[in-house]
């Protein structure tokens, strides 16, 4: 009955946005079908991508999740994103949940799940400054590079809190002491609060080497990801508008990271069109390619997500994974790292 609710629920919010859909008649009149094959390889290929980013986060924790289930997890979680109102809380609880039954601890999994936004944020943003490095004088007309060089200074200051300890207790003790000064909270020592939280974001010390590996594989989910679209210019028989493709492309997925609506539902298409236009592409094609690309990336993976969704459910109910996560076995290894970085941080302390 929950599943049926939360279905039910993720239909009625998707059908509120549904005026993209309007135009896909008349798109698909003149659609040369075989592209359509290529393009959702490569959407396919983006979330792999998305699960090795994963599956290196939860490795830098000596886990060794199961690679299947991950991937089916991976697309299960945007088809929530993608459908439920505060989908993005709903699918980091869901993340959390199968972390756990994976055999991570309650510190780890929540460690990755943070990790992981992380480092796909850095990663659109590093493709974004890419894509804005290829376009740049008409980028510099258009006022991109203040916002996409703030957004690449941000969240890379953000990311490498994850790797140094000292900015990262700066920065936490100024955030903890203004809080304090604002509205009261936290309560207690701030001491041993700012010491509980360093410990918990420090829990897994990532090498360089991970880090590359990390960044490469988001870049890849993005890079995949943005192939779809661009294979759909030819599907709709346009040129490619290579000058703008990658810059409207971050754009609009970076647009597509604000809480507005369900998987940046409008905002995604309303942001690329405009960019691409603004390059002189033209806007009919334009409008077509987007449409096409959210097809695909959107309400294809919403309907695969669910599917897989239902996989995973029934493996539980199967009895192949463990029902209540919180109470799921937590790996030797898991449980060995985390005991080494707990005294490490006695150490420094």
């Known amino acids: ?25 008349s798109t ?28 290196e986060l939860l490795g830098a924790g000596r886990l060794r999740p199961p690679r299947w289930p991950l991937f089916e997890l991976t697309v299960a979680s945007q088809a929530m994103l993608n459908s439920l109102p ?55 007309s258009l006022d991109l590079v203040p916002v996409l060089i703030g957004v690449l200074v941000v969240t890379v200051a953000i990311g490498a809190l994850f790797i140094y300890h000292r900015p990262l207790a700066a920065v936490l003790g100024w955030s903890l002491r203004m809080s304090k000064r604002l509205t009261g ?22 090498s360089w080497r991970q880090v590359v590996r990390i960044v490469l594989w988001g870049s890849g989910n993005w890079i995949f990801d943005c192939a779809c679209f661009a294979l759909m210019f030819p599907a709709v028989r346009a040129p ?36 691409l236009v603004a390059f002189g592409g033209q806007k009919g094609a334009t409008v077509a390619a987007v449409l096409m690309y959210r097809l695909i990336s959107f309400w294809l993976i919403l ?17 192949r994974w463990i029902r209540h996560a919180l109470a799921a076995p937590v790996e030797p290894e898991v449980e060995a790292t985390e005991l080494a970085n707990r005294s490490l941080v006695g150490e420094t302390a």
């Open 86 to 140: 505060a989908g993005t809380a709903f699918s980091m609880v869901y993340g959390f949940r199968w972390y756990r039954r994976f055999g991570a601890d309650t510190t780890l999994a929540a460690w990755a799940l943070v990790g992981t936004f992380v480092a796909s944020t850095v990663s659109l943003s590093l493709i974004a400054v890419v894509g804005l490095a290829l376009a740049t004088g008409q980028g510099a």
């Open 1 to 25: 009955m929950l599943g049926l609710g939360i279905l039910i629920l993720g239909v009625w919010a998707v059908s509120s946005h549904t005026d993209e859909l309007s135009t896909v008649p």
């Open 303 to 319: 309907v695969v997500g669910w599917v897989m969704w239902g996989d995973l459910a029934l493996g539980i109910r199967r009895g």
């Open 240 to 275: 490619i508008p290579w000058a703008g493709l990658l810059l409207a492309y971050g754009a609009g997925q970076l647009a597509a990271n604000l809480p507005i609506t369900p998987g940046g539902l409008g905002v995604t298409e309303g942001t690329i069109t405009i960019a």
């Open 28 to 55: 698909l009149s003149h659609l040369d079908w075989w592209w359509l094959i290529p393009g959702v390889v490569v959407e396919m290929l983006s979330y792999v991508s998305f699960t090795g980013m994963q599956f």
């Open 185 to 206: 909270r936290p309560r207690g020592e701030l001491g041993q609060t700012l010491d509980r939280l360093v410990s918990w974001i420090t829990a897994v010390r990532l």
